[in-house]
Every structure is written in structure tokens, then in C-alpha cells.
């Protein structure tokens, strides 16, 4: 009787251990700020995504986003203003993505979406929407108007490509965004 009671205390302690593990795992791969995937989280899920890719052969888009002059943003209205403009971008994202879509921050003010079953075309779709959405999002700070807008690098996995390989073209593709006059998408 009593291994049986501390069996049972056992296994509702690996129980309660399991769980704080859990927890402490999706604090570990959440952005504290936004509340979106952080880039170690893009890393598995990419991982997932790529392998899932090279067996079934189905498109597999990635999008490169970046806030177009957020220096401008932090150095002109203050950190607090910035924060809340990542906030905002991140509800935007989220909220025009599929729930099977992955959506994470890369770093700074950069995303980056994985978009499976979705081809370059379909994903170039969904992006000029989100840019759209962005570029009319009513963001006032201490009752002063602030213009946000995106720029976008959009492709679609290929063959003979590696997992870095989508991101390197899709990070390129945002460049050209940003050289061709931002607040737009570019296609590769």
C-alpha cells in the first residue's frame, strides 16, 4: 500500500514536471514582446516545414517583412512607441494569416512567414494584403499620427534548395523592396 501511494505521488509529480516543462518551453521559443514565435522557434518549425516539403513536393512559400524606417520610428517618437508599433504589426500579421501559416520575429523589426501549401503567387497575394492592411493601420502615439509601412521579400522553395537556402532569396527580395522605394513586395 504505501509503494502504491508513492507511486502515485511520483507520477503526479512527473505529471506537474511535465507540465512546468512545457510551459517553460513555449516561454522559451514565444518573443516577449510581440507574443509571436521567436527565431528559434522559426528554425524547428522550419526544419518541419522543409522536410514535410521534400517528400510531398507541395509549395512552400517564405516572406521576408521589415518595418520600413523604424529607426525613424524609435529615434523620433521614443522606444515605447516602437514597442507598441511591433505590437501592432504582430497582431496585423497574425491576424491575416491562416492558422496553418507560421509566423515568427526574426529579429528586430524583421518577420518572417512560412506559408505551407501555398504557392509564390498565392503567398505575393496574401502579402500585398498584409501590406495593405499595414500601410492604413491608424497608428497614433500621444495623439500624433504615425505612417508605418512594410516591405516584403516573397518566394517559394525550390529544388536542390537547403532549409536557408528560401530565406537567403526572400531576404533578398526585401532588399530589393527596400531599394525600390519600400511600402512594397518583391517576387523571386
Known sequence: EAMQHRLV?????????RARLKVERTKALTDVLTGLSNREAYEERLQMEFERWKRYERPLALVVCDIDFFKR???GYGHQA???????????LAKR???TDFIARYGGEEFVILMP???????LLVAEGIREAIAN?????????????MSFGVTEFITGDEPDAGFARGDKALYEAKEGGRNCCVVT
Open 9 to 17: 505521488a511520483m507520477e503526479t509529480e512527473a505529471g506537474e514536471i
Open 73 to 75: 520610428i524609435n529615434d
Open 82 to 92: 516602437g514597442d507598441k508599433v511591433l505590437r501592432i504589426i504582430a497582431k496585423t
Open 97 to 99: 494569416l491562416r492558422e
Open 117 to 123: 501549401e501555398t504557392s509564390r503567387d498565392q503567398s
Open 137 to 149: 493601420c491608424p497608428f497614433h502615439f500621444k495623439e500624433e499620427k504615425v505612417a508605418i509601412t
